[in-house]
């Protein structure tokens, strides 16, 4: 079973501060995504990479940076939190970069930004 | 621009009828449609997808319909039931996946 580990499930965080969400796959795969799902919303896409120190923006990159320095590692960071940034966050990966490859989603990161 | 979507947030649905999930999209490059499951404080799990090439793809007890000169596809899930209470997300791939904002559906017993 593929397994996607996220290593914060609830953060607490204050306007401003700088915040690390780590994504963790463990079956080898090339594709890693970060998600935000908000209510009435869905799954927006944040940021995602193909390869290792790769990194391509998604619909709503603003506001946030990511880091893969390593394969199994994907990082979501936020500069400066805002409370807008208040949301589930969700790390995905997928094994090849082509349609219809189906991505695995890690049990999510709940932020609350006060 | 929202280019999938789904217009129904939410659907009642008595245990042991036919559930039906519609999805409309709007750029035909897509060429596979997925649909996922997703519980409360969970990831949401991959349930069953189709390509574009195909209008019918079963699994069980889900069926996922396309219709393509509609941009359209449905997921159907015969007999419903209460475990299947989630939201549901259809998605849409061209290389990366675009999701639907769901729909969150109820199983009455």
């Known amino acids: 079973d593929v397994k996607v580990t996220q290593s914060s499930r609830y953060l607490v965080k204050r306007t401003g501060e700088k915040v690390f969400l780590e994504c963790v796959q463990d079956m080898d795969h090339e594709n890693m995504f970060w998600y935000r799902q908000d209510p009435g919303l869905g799954l927006r896409l944040i940021y995602f990479?193909?390869?290792?120190?790769?990194?391509e923006k998604g619909d709503i990159p603003e506001g946030y940076s990511v880091s893969r320095e390593k394969k199994e590692r994907f990082s979501l960071i936020l500069e400066s939190a805002s409370t807008n940034q208040t949301s589930m966050y969700l790390c995905?990966?997928?094994?090849?970069?082509?349609?219809?490859?189906?991505?695995?989603f890690g049990e999510g990161s709940w932020l609350t930004v006060v | 621009d929202q280019q999938v979507k789904q217009n129904s947030p939410s659907l009642s649905v008595q245990e042991g009828r036919i559930s039906i999930l519609n999805c409309d999209y709007t750029n035909s490059m897509f060429d596979y449609f997925l649909w996922y499951k997703k519980y409360p404080a969970e990831g949401p799990t991959f349930l069953i997808s189709?390509?574009?090439?195909?209008d019918k793809n079963e699994d069980g007890r889900f069926t996922v319909f396309l219709n393509k000169s509609a941009k359209h596809l449905s997921l159907h899930i015969v007999p419903s039931q209460p475990g299947d209470s989630a939201v549901y997300f259809c998605?849409?791939?061209?290389?990366?996946?675009?999701f639907g904002t769901g729909t969150r559906l109820t199983i009455i017993p």
């Open positions: 995905a990966s997928s094994l090849w970069r082509v349609s219809g490859n189906t991505i695995y």
């Open positions: 990479s193909y390869d290792v120190k790769m990194k």
């Open positions: 998605a849409a791939s061209d290389e990366k996946l675009t």
């Open positions: 189709i390509s574009s090439i195909k």
